[in-house]
T-cell receptor
Framework: AQTVTQSQPEMSVQEAETVTLSCTYD???????LFWYKQPPSRQMILVIR??????QNATENRFSVNFQKAAKSFSLKISDSQLGDAAMYFC????????????FGTGTRLTIIP | DTGVSQDPRHKITKRGQNVTFRCDPI?????LYWYRQTLGQGPEFLTY????????KSRLLSDRFSAERPKGSFSTLEIQRTEQGDSAMYLC??????????????FGPGTRLTVL
């Protein structure tokens, strides 16, 4: 079983600045994937970034990057050069590989971008 | 690639009525998932299919809930005798493991159910 914890219910950042969203997880699996999903208001959830647990290198996607600390079971998301379109709920999620494939989500962080 | 679609987008029903939702996955995705999301929470897993086989059901899925994927393409989720506690967003996702994007689930827009 997996648990995912997002301890920041809300965050805000000035436009063009950098913000980091925190996520910790717990799993008994040795092989798993971690994800950040974005859910804009009244819009569907979209994938931001994914990380394979067996890879030491942190994943990056344009302005989005993660800090994956496997031993600490920490998986934070850094958004650089924040834009108004980044405003959304951000969910961290974990899924075991070769298992039941169900995503376990955290409770989310609401990100507000201040113009 | 048209993405995952769900119908209807919104459903308002009276307590005790039956409702059915439909999900069309991304073409050729063989795995399909249902999740439920209540206000202020992350999605919670309900059930998933590989092709037409339902492989796992959460304890959240009471006897009043049933899901099908008869031909391994679209899926339906039916709730019988709805209760106010069933009010939530019902999300569908699909994936095609082993294509280089292993285990990435792509979500639909959801069906928001309100039970009066």
């Amino acid at each position: 079983a997996q648990t995912v914890t997002q301890s920041q219910p809300e965050m805000s950042v000035q436009e063009a600045e950098t913000v980091t969203l925190s996520c910790t997880y717990d799993t008994s699996e040795s092989d798993y994937y971690l994800f950040w999903y974005k859910q804009p208001p009244s819009r569907q959830m979209i994938l931001v970034i994914r990380q394979e647990a067996y890879k030491q290198q942190n994943a990056t996607e344009n302005r989005f990057s993660v800090n994956f600390q496997k031993a600490a079971k920490s998986f934070s998301l850094k958004i650089s050069d924040s834009q108004l379109g980044d405003a959304a709920m951000y969910f961290c999620a974990c899924v075991p590989n070769f298992g039941n494939e169900k995503l376990t989500f955290g409770t989310g962080t609401r990100l507000t971008i201040i113009p | 690639d048209t993405g995952v679609s769900q119908d209807p987008r919104h459903k308002i029903t009276k307590r005790g009525q039956n409702v059915t939702f439909r999900c069309d996955p991304i073409s050729e995705h063989n795995r399909l998932y249902w999740y439920r999301q209540t206000l202020g929470q992350g999605p919670e897993f309900l059930t998933y299919f590989q092709n037409e086989a339902q492989l796992e059901k959460s304890r959240l899925l009471s006897d009043r809930f049933s899901a099908e994927r008869p031909k391994g393409s679209f899926s339906t989720l039916e709730i019988q005798r709805t209760e106010q506690g069933d009010s939530a967003m019902y999300l569908c996702a699909s994936s095609l493991p082993g294509t280089g994007t292993t285990d990435t689930q792509y979500f639909g827009p959801g069906t928001r159910l309100t039970v009066l």
